[in-house]
């Protein structure tokens, strides 16, 4: 019994130091030496985590042509690609592409492509960046930064792609997030689904909610509202301009539907919301309104006033009355601070009640949905008021 286990550990002492010798041979052939080698500029790099790798211990201090970990892998700086089932290290520079199913972490500058499901970490360079969650760069960005999440550079010269935010200092070129765009200095283009902020833009600014900034040399588009120092085309609901214009007016029109309306925006564009009453009906009397304007031929006296407003009326029970106007409404200053106006409005009517119906007598012609009671038309009204400047 003892002979035999002899022979099973002297056959299994022969199998291992069969095998390290063929690791040996294999790794000279390819002129590579054990670990603990010299640094060596251009090699190719092996390894399954560090210090498991053709470069052993010395691995941080050298500079390899090609990297392939089964994990992770660690270098001074990769002249190549690198490839990591986890994450690549590289405390200096790298050129080319680096992949890593989790992270990439460039500890200066990354020229070429970073690629990781989850996270790259960089001092800055002309590298494109691709990330499942961020992208993060200590310095200036001269490429592109896609991730799930958010992007985070000091200055970008290119584009920003996140599913939630983009941050940056400078921005010389779009950026688009799902919900928020942030540049502390300049930027060009703004897209977010919520909010876009920057020092100053010379693009524009679209938003779903909110767009802040300072000189806006464009346009901004807000779901609701636009706040900048200094902007003649924002397109929202409520536009706090502080060199533009803001107005609190009380108007009326043929359907005898009285609004207290706010009017705010640019010297050209401007934003319109009310809530009102109306006086000729029994049931669907609280009405509201929204919209958007610009200001044509102005003057100290005159100017021509051209809006686009939707206007609702409810009871808050069953039925519905919706009109889209187009006015043309020339207004004229009779103080500093006060102004009329009043003109023609171009109607489209969709409504399923008989007051809706009776509002208006003249169309220019109508019809009813098959499908359902709702009754459409188009026709000819007017409308006038006046409005306190400030």
């Not at 928020?180 to 010379?202: H, R, T, W, Y």
């Not at 043309?328 to 409005?345: D, Q």
Request: net charge positive; proline share 2%.
């Amino acid at each position: 019994m003892r002979q035999k286990m002899n022979f099973r550990i002297y056959k299994t002492n022969v199998q291992m130091q069969t095998l390290k010798t063929l690791i040996c041979l294999c790794l000279s052939a390819t002129g590579f030496t054990a670990f603990g080698q010299n640094k060596i500029p251009g090699k190719i790099h092996f390894g399954f985590v560090y210090p498991l790798s053709t470069n052993g211990t010395h691995a941080p201090l050298d500079t390899n042509n090609l990297s392939i970990h089964l994990l992770a892998g660690v270098s001074a700086s990769e002249q190549g690609a690198s490839f990591a089932g986890l994450s690549n290290i590289v405390r200096n520079d790298t050129e080319g592409f680096q992949f890593a199913g989790l992270s990439n972490h460039i500890g200066k500058q990354a020229n070429g492509g970073l690629f990781a499901g989850l996270l790259n970490t960089y001092g800055g360079g002309e590298a494109f960046a691709v990330a499942g969650f961020a992208n993060f760069a200590s310095g200036n960005v001269k490429g592109a930064q896609f991730a799930g999440f958010t992007n985070i550079a000091k200055e970008v010269t290119g584009v920003q792609f996140a599913g939630f935010a983009n941050i940056a200092s400078q921005v010389k070129g779009p950026q688009f997030a799902g919900f928020m765009n942030l540049s502390k200095k300049d930027a060009g283009v703004q897209f977010a689904g919520f909010m876009n902020k920057a020092k100053d833009i010379k693009g524009s600014q679209l938003a779903g909610f909110i767009n802040i900034a300072g000189k806006v040399k464009g346009a901004q588009l807000a779901g609701f509202i636009n706040v900048a120092d200094s902007s003649d085309y924002p397109i929202g609901i409520i536009n706090i301009v502080k060199n533009g214009g803001k107005s609190l007016g009380v108007s009326t029109d043929e359907t005898l539907t009285t609004m207290l309306s706010f009017r705010s925006g640019g010297k050209i564009l401007y934003g319109i919301i009310g809530l009102g009453y109306n006086f000729k009906n029994k049931k669907e009397v609280y009405a509201f309104e929204a919209g958007i304007g610009a200001h044509f031929f102005q003057s100290n006296r005159f100017r021509l006033n051209a809006e686009i407003v939707g206007t609702g009326l409810e009871s808050f029970k069953a039925g519905e009355y919706f009109k889209t106007s187009f006015k043309l409404m020339p207004a004229f200053k009779i103080t500093p601070k006060l102004e009329i106006s009043g003109g023609p409005a171009f109607n489209y009517l969709n409504t399923n009640t008989i007051e809706g119906r009776g509002l208006n007598k003249s169309y220019i012609t109508s019809w009813e949905n098959k499908w359902g009671n709702n009754f459409q038309a188009l026709y000819v009204g007017y409308g006038g008021g006046i409005q306190y400047l400030f």
